[in-house]
């Protein structure tokens, strides 16, 4: 089966739906990068302060504690799960476009390799090795760019001309 290109094929009203849950998704994954962003402020302190606590600075303008356990393993569990299948559904549709086969493969691997990372990072940062959270910002970063990357290119393939 040849799937190379397929998407120039596909009928206008799956192109629509496809155009639509990307926008959608999109619109997810960025809002809770503003989550992040007002948690952590994008820094490896505040990751640290979010997951490990800061209740030791006296001076800190607002207190946190260590996340408990349980927590920690419901996060982990929920957004390697939903990120997983998200990751998966946008590898499919690259899969079917027509670009270059090695940024293809990039695109739909990275992703599961960054979710690895970025979580299980948090984990290695809550268990007490702080230094891992340079690790957390490199893997998320990655994360975001592949996912863009990946919309990038579907919603591209979608109005190009087969």
């Known amino acids: 089966m040849k799937l190379n290109g397929l998407i120039y094929t596909l009928p206008r009203f799956y192109k629509q739906a496809i155009f639509a849950f990307v926008v959608m998704v999109n619109i997810g994954f960025f809002t809770g990068l503003f989550f992040i962003e007002d948690t952590t402020n994008f820094n490896p302190t505040g990751i640290q302060e979010q997951y490990v606590g800061n209740d030791s600075d006296m001076k800190a303008v607002e207190m946190k504690f260590k996340k408990p356990k349980k927590e920690m393993l419901t996060l982990i569990h929920n957004h390697v799960m939903s990120l997983s299948v998200l990751f998966f559904v946008m590898a499919t549709l690259v899969s079917i476009t027509g670009i270059n086969k090695h940024l293809k493969s990039f695109l739909m691997i990275e992703p599961f390799v960054s979710v690895l990372l970025t979580f299980g990072g948090l984990y290695i940062v809550w268990s007490g090795a ?22 990038v290119v579907i919603i591209k393939e979608l109005f190009k001309k087969s």
């Open 130 to 151: 702080l230094w891992f959270s340079y690790i957390v910002i490199i893997s998320g970063i990655l994360m975001t760019l592949s996912f863009l990357g990946e919309s």
